[in-house]
């Protein structure tokens, strides 16, 4: 049987500046996509000893991804300039 616990499965990155595991910070960030602002709940990486922050590229797609909902949801005609886009 597979443990659906959260927990179970937590992701692990070691800092690129220390050689230290990291531990991934959630924030909200404004991001203006075709002149419009979006508040977006985004994740990143902090190198516990440097302080200093970075993201993975898996992070920025689901970033981008949101912003793009976020649009859609004010914007639904123009879904269809977006449909390559959607998740699977």
């Known amino acids: 049987m597979i443990n659906a616990n959260k927990n179970f499965?937590?992701?692990k990155m070691i800092s690129p500046f220390?050689?230290?595991e990291c531990k991934e910070i959630e924030y909200e960030y404004e991001f203006t996509f075709r002149g419009e602002?979006?508040?977006?709940?985004?994740?990143?990486w902090e190198c516990p000893d440097t302080g200093q922050?970075?993201?993975?590229?898996e992070q920025d797609d689901e970033i981008f991804l949101?912003?793009?909902e976020l649009?859609?949801?004010?914007h639904p005609d123009e879904?269809?300039?977006?449909?390559?886009?959607?998740k699977n």
């Open 79 to 86: 879904r269809e300039d977006f449909k390559d886009l959607q």
């Open 71 to 74: 649009y859609l949801e004010k």
């Open 53 to 57: 922050c970075f993201s993975t590229s």
């Open 18 to 20: 220390s050689g230290n």
């Open 37 to 44: 602002k979006f508040n977006v709940m985004c994740k990143r």
């Open 9 to 11: 499965m937590k992701k």
């Open 66 to 68: 949101k912003i793009i």
